[in-house]
């Protein structure tokens, strides 16, 4: 499903986006898996992009601060993306999309709490209903290791209980795996990055601050680079002592490729 026919002119708000035809590229590429393995539908869910970003591979949209962005991946369709929102919340995008999404014929929102127990059926019920043309068939299931257990236990012990479940992690990453010529680009360009935010930061060491404080000049460096999220580490120890791995607000991180 091509989304290059009238696309919208991308919004400001993208610091630095993908191209469409990058986006396309993987996108017939992952279906052609998905028709040689006879999966109907791939369904992810990420809530932040650490550890995967599979959200981020097909929609160019990263998942940040714990909310959980969930996406319904059709083989013969565009997507459908369940999102932290009001209820009721419907939008509804043309075929070029709406300058942010891409590929995305649907937008469904609600409120998403993890911490919030009388919640945790809020979205898999959207994600049921964008998935409902594919009960009784196929679904491959992106990472599981990132994706809540009240999403999948809720499509198993509902309308899905006929469906078969596969694990399609390998599908994708077999894909993602093979750079193309842009996405090296990327990574060769958040390697800049990271060096830029370490000279930044050492530039900045002086008597008296504080780790966070040296990591946060790394995280403002890599920011105004553009940036989205990223994991800071910063730690110190007195002299001929070991410093300890320590997590701390800072910034080095792959949130552009």
Not at 10 to 25: D, F, G, K, Q, W
Not at 143 to 161: E, P
Request: proline share 6%.
């Amino acid at each position: 499903m091509s989304s290059a026919t009238n696309a919208i002119k991308l919004s400001e708000r993208l610091n630095v986006p993908i191209s469409t035809a990058e986006l396309e590229r993987r996108w017939k590429a992952v279906r052609s898996a998905m028709d040689e393995q006879g999966v109907d539908v791939l369904l992810m869910q990420n809530n932040n992009d650490h550890m995967g970003g599979y959200v981020k591979y097909f929609t160019d949209m990263p998942a940040t601060n714990g909310y959980p962005v969930t996406v319904v991946f059709p083989r013969d369709d565009l997507m459908t993306v369940v999102m932290h929102g009001g209820f009721g919340m419907v939008q509804d995008l043309p075929p070029g999309g709406n300058g942010i999404l891409r590929g995305v014929k649907q937008v469904l929102g609600t409120p998403s709490f993890a911490c919030a127990p009388y919640s945790f059926g809020y979205d898999p019920e959207l994600a049921a209903k964008a998935l409902a043309p594919y009960a009784g068939g196929t679904i491959g299931l992106i990472s599981t290791y990132q994706m809540s257990f009240a999403l999948v236990d809720h499509l198993k012990r509902g309308h899905f209980s006929n469906s078969r479940f596969v694990e399609a992690t390998d599908l994708v990453d077999a894909i993602k795996a093979i750079k193309s010529a842009e996405e090296m680009e990327r990574i060769r360009d958040c390697a800049r990055m990271q060096d830029g935010a370490m000279r930044a930061a050492f530039a900045a060491v002086k008597p008296g601050m504080r780790d966070s404080e040296v990591a946060a000049t790394a995280q403002y460096f890599s920011r105004t680079y553009g940036s989205e999220q990223g994991i800071y580490m910063c730690n110190s120890a007195p002299p001929g002592q070991p410093a300890k791995h320590c997590t701390a607000p800072g910034s080095l991180d792959t949130s552009l490729i």
